[in-house]
């Protein structure tokens, strides 16, 4: 009897441990670099599956007023706050998949801030305009050994300008999108 109880007691602990539902991790620390920026970011979990990502950077743009004048290069801050949701972790852990580091694939709504300030040599009749953007975004990220990771996004979302007086906006309020490819190191 004695005997039974025990196989069952380690057969039933042996299956709850198997149900154990998949988490992304407490807090993420780690640098991002792509084709047009970096990166700084912490994802802090909420839930088994979502994690609210802070991220400061700075993105970097090319413009240029006419084809004679030439081209200008600068920086422009970014202030971005993403609630993501990691939503395939489970199947992932079923595969035999990596989940650490929050590998995995997301739905985020991405809400970014670019003040009115510019990193980078602009002549003095430029006024950069400050924008906020939100934008429902789809992506993955993996991971490549302990540290390193890439990560690629995609979404169409909205963007609001903050005109000010006395400055000429080519631009108006609408639709706007994200497309990223970044590689990154988690700490």
Do not use: C
């Amino acid at each position: 009897m004695k005997n039974i109880f025990l196989a069952l007691l380690l057969g039933a602990s042996t299956l709850a441990a198997l149900a154990q539902e998949a988490s992304v991790e407490k807090s993420i620390f780690g640098l991002q670099t792509g084709f047009l920026g970096i990166w700084a970011h912490n994802e802090a979990k909420l839930s088994n599956s979502i994690v609210l990502r802070s991220e400061l950077g700075l993105d970097a743009g090319i413009f240029s007023k006419n084809l004679e004048d030439g081209s200008f290069f600068l920086f422009i801050p970014a202030i971005t706050l993403e609630p993501r949701w990691y939503y395939n972790l489970n199947k992932r852990v079923r595969k035999s998949r990596r989940i650490d580091g929050n590998s995995g694939n997301f739905i985020a709504i991405k809400t970014t801030y670019h003040p009115d300030l510019v990193i980078g040599s602009v002549q003095d009749n430029f006024n950069f305009i400050s924008d906020f953007s939100i934008i429902p975004t789809w992506g993955i990220r993996r991971h490549i050994g302990n540290h390193f990771n890439y990560e690629t996004g995609i979404g169409i979302g909205y963007v609001h300008y903050f005109n000010e007086d006395n400055v000429i906006n080519t631009f108006d309020d609408g639709v706007t999108a994200n497309l990223h490819l970044r590689i990154g190191y988690r700490f």
